[in-house]
């Protein structure tokens, strides 16, 4: 069993079928063998190197669950060359997701599951994918202060979204990436117009232009809270 202390999962393939063709014991060592080291090349290839494959196998019909575990910062420096974080960001998202979904048809491709025999398999991208959902929901609350939607609808986002950067804060293990994350998800809720924007022909009241302020300042103060508890 892998060690996920101080460790995030960045990407997890999780599949259950019927196997085909795989009669001994011999043909599925052979299998799950080749999809380690399937497995360890397309980490290598998608992500980084120098990161942990858990591969983990389950009796009966064939069950795995490839997991690659390591740090955001890993990943971070070996894409040094893009623009910045949130850039950054949505192609490890993209390439996390690619992974997984490599592993998962390369499992169907050797054990020759066709649609009738998967009974399960699931693509999943980890901590990564959890950023990636939080940073869509501030991208979506600035647009919406920018005229796409009214200060009492982009109040409830932001108890949305504060509910959600809370608990991603929570499931971050390595402190650096935590650091990081805080950081990035202040920069975007200040970059929150003062005075969120009505759409066309509406207005914001007062109360509510109040109100949107208080939870844009709010939301900030709970993320900086949450980060000092883990130092």
Known sequence: MADYINKNILSQAYIHVEPRGMETDEQLESFKESL???????TE????????INVEFEDGSIKARVTVIGTLMLLLQGISSYKDFRESLQLLYSDAKWLSDAI????LYQTK?????????EARTGIIGSIHKVFNKLENIK??????????????KIDDAQNEILKLMDNICD???KDLVAKECIALVKELPETPVPPKDKENKIYAIDEYRRKKSN???????HLMADE
């Open 219 to 225: 939301l900030i103060g709970e993320i900086e809270i």
């Open 113 to 121: 599951a066709k649609h009738h025999d998967v009974i399960r398999v």
């Open 36 to 42: 380690r080291m399937f497995s360890l090349t397309r």
């Open 104 to 107: 998962i048809s390369e499992s």
């Open 45 to 52: 290839f998608f992500l980084s190197e120098g990161l942990e």
């Open 143 to 156: 647009r919406g202060a920018k005229g796409a939607m009214l200060a009492t609808d982009i109040v409830d």
């Open 175 to 177: 402190l650096a990436d």
